[in-house]
């Protein structure tokens, strides 16, 4: 069985950072993509960044691009985000999820492509 536990997020001011945290267990080599995203109240959840733990291809969103950094321990089985310079609009619950990289996994409807997902951590950055 696949599990995610997100975790590291919490209250921050406008320019401070966070590393969130996924730790993932009984992933076989087909659920070699995680990929964190975001959900703000009343907002669609969106992608925030990918990794291909096989290969090392990471992905970002554009509004995060520069600030924010995706990485894998040595194991691959636990997936970090780096992120710096945070503002209010990063204001969401993360959650991190896997997926086949023989899907569309950060396509316009990307989310479907994810078959196990953690729980979500909240983010809250204050201006």
């Known amino acids: 069985e696949v599990q995610l536990q997100a975790s590291g997020g919490g209250l921050v001011q406008t320019g401070g950072s966070l590393r969130l945290s996924c730790v993932t267990s009984g992933r076989t080599d087909e659920d070699d993509v995680v990929g964190w995203f975001r959900q703000a109240p009343g907002k669609e959840r969106e992608g925030v960044s990918c990794?291909?733990?096989?290969?090392?291809?990471?992905i970002y969103a554009d509004s995060v691009k520069g600030r924010f950094t995706i990485f894998t321990d040595d194991d691959k089985n636990t997936v970090y985000l780096q992120m710096n310079d945070l503002k209010p609009e990063d204001t969401a619950v993360y959650y991190c999820?896997?997926?086949?990289?023989?899907?569309?996994?950060?396509?316009?409807?990307?989310?479907?492509?994810?078959?196990?997902w953690g729980q979500g951590t909240q983010v809250t950055v204050s201006s």
């Open positions: 990794i291909n733990t096989s290969d090392g291809t990471t």
């Open positions: 999820g896997t997926a086949p990289s023989d899907t569309d996994y950060w396509g316009p409807r990307a989310s479907y492509e994810y078959d196990y």
